[in-house]
C-alpha cells in the first residue's frame, strides 16, 4: 500500500518538475522574443534613417542635374544599405516565429493524449452479421444469427 503512495508521490513530483521546465523553457524563450522586438525596432528606426538619406541623395542627385538619379553611386549604395536593413528585420520576424512554434509545440506535446488511441480496438461486426464460433458477440448484438423458423402448418379452423 505505502508502495503504491510512494509511485503516486513520485509521478507527481515528475509531471511537476517537467512541468516547470517547460514552463521555465518557455519563459526563456518569451524573454527572447522580447529581445527580438527590441531589436527590430531599433532596426526599424536605423531604416528609417536609411529611407531619409536615401531620400536625400536622390534629392542631391536631382539638383547636380542627373537624370537618373538612381545610377549614382551614392545612391546605390544607400539603396543597397536599405535592402540590407529591411532583410535583417525580416529574419528576426522569422526567428520570432520559429520561437513561438517552439513554445506551441512543447504544450502541444505535454497535452494528455486520450486513452483511446493507446488501446488499438478491435473492428466492430456489423449489427446482424454472423459471429464465427468461439468468438464474443459486442455487446447489443445477437451471439449467433437468427435462425429461420420452421413453417406451422395452417391451423384447422373447424374446431
Known amino acids: 500500500m505505502s508502495a503504491h503512495v510512494a ?12 512541468f516547470l521546465v517547460r514552463f521555465l523553457g518557455n519563459v526563456c524563450r518569451r524573454i527572447l522574443i522580447f529581445c527580438r522586438y527590441t531589436l527590430i525596432c531599433l532596426q526599424q528606426q536605423r531604416l528609417r534613417r536609411a529611407w531619409a538619406r536615401l531620400g536625400q541623395r536622390v534629392h542631391l542627385a536631382l539638383e547636380e542635374g542627373e537624370v537618373n538619379p538612381m545610377l549614382t553611386e551614392p545612391v546605390k549604395d544607400a539603396v543597397q544599405r536599405a535592402r540590407r536593413l529591411k532583410a535583417a528585420k525580416d529574419r528576426q520576424y522569422a526567428a520570432i516565429a520559429a520561437l513561438r512554434e517552439n513554445i506551441r509545440r512543447t504544450w502541444e506535446e ?44 395452417p391451423e384447422e379452423a373447424g374446431t
Do not use: D, I, N, Y
Open 110 to 153: 505535454a497535452a494528455p493524449r486520450p486513452a483511446e488511441e493507446a488501446e488499438p480496438r478491435e473492428p466492430v461486426a456489423e449489427p446482424g452479421a454472423a459471429v464465427e464460433p468461439g468468438e464474443t458477440a459486442e455487446p447489443g448484438e445477437p451471439a449467433e444469427p437468427p435462425a429461420a423458423e420452421p413453417e406451422k402448418p
Open 7 to 18: 509511485e503516486k508521490g513520485g509521478g507527481f513530483l515528475r509531471s511537476t518538475w517537467r
